[in-house]
């Protein structure tokens, strides 16, 4: 887990990097669970005989399901202010899935604070810059720029 930092601390962390994260690992399970809930089930992700005749040899996770894992990744290596009563995800500007990532592959995500502004007492929006990589890949599977809103207890 990230440690804490003070309000200012936070505030003024424009320009600083976090990360690499811990490895995580995205099996058929995870990939099938996210076809279920989203209600996509294109070959690509679910059926691995259909996949293999692909140009990935194999079934590829969602983009948007490396997307999602971001809620469980950036708070690895992102620290957050003091006092945080909750954190809403506000938007992306400029997402690019780069690669796809393969099914038991493993991903991990670097962060870069590209802007951090008070828009009024206790509610701080943040923009990063989110680069998801993949184990033994020299691109990455994604690279967003994610606004969060964190709201802090008064």
């Known amino acids: 887990m990230p440690k804490t930092i003070s309000k200012e601390e936070f505030l003024n962390s424009v320009g600083t990097e976090y990360g690499p994260g811990e490895w995580f690992k995205v099996d058929q399970d995870r990939i099938d669970l996210f076809a279920k809930a989203t209600d996509d089930y294109q070959f690509i992700h679910v059926d691995p005989e259909k996949a293999k005749e692909t140009p990935f040899g194999t079934t590829i996770a969602h983009g948007f399901l490396s997307l999602s894992l971001l809620a469980a990744l950036v708070p690895q290596v992102q620290p ?6 909750m954190g809403i995800n ?10 796809p990532v393969k099914v038991g592959s493993e991903i991990r995500v670097r962060v870069k604070m590209l802007s951090v502004d008070e828009k009024r007492p206790g509610q701080i929006l943040a923009k990063t810059e989110v680069t998801v990589e993949i184990k033994g890949e020299e691109k990455p599977a994604l690279i967003a720029e994610w606004l969060g809103m964190t709201f802090l207890n008064d």
């Open 80 to 85: 957050k202010p003091e006092n945080v009563k």
């Open 90 to 99: 506000y938007g992306l500007d400029k997402l690019r899935f780069l690669q």
